[in-house]
């Protein structure tokens, strides 16, 4: 089955506790892209990867890093959360054509306190 | 900032009437992407609808597209309680994929 595989789905941490959420695909998709989904703001971009090797910042990667040493997998890093990191994230692939669908994880709901 | 905004926020309407939602976006694209999140859970694809495409229809969903004006619009017709979920548009720009605000849908039986 086709599908994009996030671990924890829940995860409460303190303060500068540094954490990885992990991400998985199995479809050999190119592109991979990390989002946060905050109420009001809806989803934001916060890195993505066009292929191996290669990633870049999205729209609020401040707080973030990623890797993306293999096609399947594409790991956010949080190297010392802070509360205003509280959030559901989301992972997402898709192939490298732009006119195709993502398909997403189903989300991480991170609690720092 | 986001590249698509949607209207209405939250709507709300009565199982068997037809729901339809507005996007607009800001910059060129080759297509809109429309997609429904149930509550907390991950985004489904609903439709594509590429930038020379008007109008494209799959099952109860009817999308439209209209570039000139930069907005597109999401129709559901005959809805039912199981289409209660949020509802965002979304475009590819220069690598990035760009999200609406979202309409939350809420269907009463």
């Known amino acids: 089955e086709a599908q994009v595989t996030q671990n924890p789905r829940y995860l409460i941490t303190v303060t500068g506790k540094k954490l990885t959420v992990t991400c998985s695909q199995n479809m050999n998709h190119e592109y991979m892209s990390w989002y946060r989904q905050d109420p009001g703001l809806g989803l934001r971009q916060i890195y993505y990867?066009?292929?191996?090797?290669?990633?870049d910042k999205g729209d609020v990667p401040e707080g973030y890093k990623v890797s993306r040493k293999e096609k399947r997998n594409f790991p956010l890093i949080l190297e010392s959360p802070s509360p205003n990191q509280t959030s559901l994230y989301f992972c997402?692939?898709?192939?490298?054509?732009?006119?195709?669908?993502?398909?997403f994880g189903q989300g991480t709901r991170l609690t720092v306190v | 900032s986001q590249q698509g905004e949607e209207d209405p926020q939250a709507l709300s309407i009565q199982e068997g009437e037809n729901a339809t939602m507005n996007c607009s976006y800001k910059?060129?694209?080759?297509?809109l992407q429309w997609y429904r999140q149930n509550s907390g859970r991950g985004l489904v694809h609903l439709i594509l609808i590429r930038s020379n495409e008007r109008e494209k229809h799959s099952g109860r969903l009817r999308v439209t597209l209209d570039t000139s004006k930069k907005s597109s619009s999401l129709l559901i017709t005959a809805s039912r309680a199981a289409d209660t979920a949020s509802y965002f548009c979304a475009t590819w720009n220069f690598n990035k994929f760009y999200f609406g605000s979202g309409t939350k849908l809420n269907v009463k039986p």
């Open positions: 990867s066009m292929n191996v090797e290669v990633t």
């Open positions: 997402a692939s898709s192939p490298r054509e732009m006119n195709t669908e993502a398909f």
């Open positions: 910059t060129s694209i080759n297509n």
